[in-house]
């Protein structure tokens, strides 16, 4: 029997956040530097995205990073 498990990142890197929300990494790197994604977190010298964050803000239909700094404590 085989117990071995595949844990899901809780962070993602540039690439991954970018297939999460099904488009590709320059249009990801557009849309960051234009302000319109969550902010990322710095692990070490990592820039990394929260998965759940990312969920969330997709749910809320996407607002830019302003409005969802503001939305996202209330939910």
């Given at each position: 029997m085989n117990t071995s498990?595949?844990?899901?990142?809780a962070l993602l890197s540039a690439a991954e956040a970018a297939k999460l929300l099904?488009?590709?990494?320059?249009?990801?790197?557009?849309?960051?530097?234009e302000g319109k994604l969550?902010?990322?977190r710095q692990l070490g010298s990592r820039v990394l995205?929260?998965?759940?964050?990312?969920?969330?803000?997709?749910?809320?239909?996407?607002?830019?990073?302003?409005?969802?700094?503001?939305?996202?404590?209330t939910i």
């Open positions: 498990t595949t844990i899901a990142p099904g488009i590709g990494r320059s249009l990801f790197y557009s849309l960051r530097s969550p902010k990322p995205w929260q998965k759940a964050e990312l969920e969330k803000w997709i749910d809320h239909g996407c607002p830019n990073q302003q409005k969802w700094e503001s939305l996202k404590d």
